[in-house]
């Protein structure tokens, strides 16, 4: 049984910067895409970033590029992502999401919410202006 855990959310000011992490727990070895994506009240969860872990291939949104890394560590299974220069509409609830893709492509790094089985219960991130 897989579970995804994420932690490093919190608030900041606007300009600062926040780690997140997904930690996944269990069974993990068919997961081959991972990504990040928050949601806002309101609105439908919008992808941050798409990773293919094998080959280390990303797709960050147009909004975020320049200021968020993903990065992975295999050994620990963790997904990290960094985010520097927040902004006030980065405000969201983030989540982590994982999928084992059948046949492996890192084309899933251009996929939406729908595509993903596996999510973490998400971390708050807020920005004040």
């Known amino acids: 049984h897989l579970q995804l855990v994420e932690s490093g959310g919190g608030s900041v000011q606007a300009g600062g910067s926040l780690s997140l992490s997904c930690v996944l727990s269990g069974d993990s070895s068919a997961i081959n895409c991972m990504s990040w994506f928050r949601q806002t009240p309101g609105k439908e969860r919008e992808k941050v970033v798409g990773?293919?872990?094998?080959?280390?291939?990303?797709n960050y949104t147009e909004a975020v590029k320049g200021r968020f890394t993903i990065s992975q560590d295999k050994a620990k299974k963790t997904i990290s992502l960094q985010m520097n220069s927040l902004k006030p509409e980065d405000t969201a609830m983030y989540y982590c999401?994982?999928?084992?893709?059948?046949?492996?492509?890192?084309?899933?790094?251009?996929?939406?919410?729908?595509?993903?089985?596996?999510w973490g219960r998400g971390t708050q991130v807020t920005v004040s202006s």
């Open positions: 999401a994982a999928a084992a893709v059948v046949p492996p492509t890192p084309s899933c790094i251009n996929w939406g919410p729908s595509h993903f089985g596996y």
């Open positions: 990773l293919y872990p094998d080959e280390g291939n990303t």
